[in-house]
């Protein structure tokens, strides 16, 4: 029987991965991989040999309708990103959208996204959140963040470390410098850090050295007057 497996994979700790997504990833005729090689380093852990075909962001266009006659020919798919769930600011959506128009079952798995044990521990509140994710690099970035400023509630974006200075500076220029935030880094791996306070600190402090890892961003709302 067809169908398409949205399969998380681990964000930092290679433990990080559920029995069933590493079943499923066995049982499948082929796996959809942002990167090849970078997916073979956690294929080769796991002694998974099942075929891996390259889909990202510069080919998901093209490679639809081979993927689509797959499914349609009772194959089964799976769909990983390089990691975490894909979708989530990574390729994934117009595979799923496609699938469902094709009468394709979909099967989301549960599992790794950097954004959730950020913002649990980031302490800020998160009963309600807005989920941002990347900011434009240049077209309408300030506009987006005049936007963000106006939320009431958490929200959270991811930013890499070439940027992430110039994002703190933008926000405690466009929000308020003393706005709590806390910003997480290298999440379940060796030098997983987590550093809490308002923009003007976060800046002091990550202004000082050199900036590694991958980040998320979670900033306090607008506090209510």
């Known amino acids: 029987m067809s169908k398409l497996y949205i399969i998380p994979t681990p964000i930092g700790n290679l433990e990080d991965v559920t029995l069933r997504a590493l079943r499923i990833l066995k049982e499948v005729d082929y796996v959809l991989a942002e990167d090849t090689r970078t997916s073979r380093k956690f294929f080769n852990h796991y002694e998974i040999d099942t075929p891996l075909r390259a889909y990202h962001m510069h080919n998901e266009h093209s490679a639809m309708p ?13 769909l990983i990103s390089d990691a975490g769930t894909p979708a989530i600011s990574d390729p994934g959506f117009l595979l799923v959208r496609e699938a469902i128009k094709n009468n394709v079952d979909v099967e989301c798995l549960p599992g790794a996204t950097a954004f959730v044990p950020a ?18 690099h240049k077209k309408g970035r300030q506009g987006r963040i005049l936007k963000m400023a106006e939320h009431e509630h958490s929200f959270i974006l991811y930013e890499s470390p070439h940027r992430l200075i110039k994002t703190l500076k933008q926000l405690s220029e466009f929000l308020e410098e003393d706005r709590q935030a ?8 060796m030098f997983e850090e987590t550093k809490r306070g308002s923009l003007k600190e976060l ?11 991958e980040f998320v961003i979670i900033v306090a709302g607008k506090s209510k007057k």
């Open 203 to 213: 800046i002091e402090y990550f202004d000082k050295g050199k900036i590694r890892g």
């Open 119 to 136: 913002l649990v521990n980031s302490g800020l509140p998160n009963e309600k959140f807005i989920f941002e994710g990347f900011l434009p």
């Open 182 to 189: 806390s910003i997480s880094r290298e999440i379940s791996k």
């Open 66 to 78: 081979a993927i689509m006659e797959a499914l349609q020919n009772a194959e089964s798919v799976a």
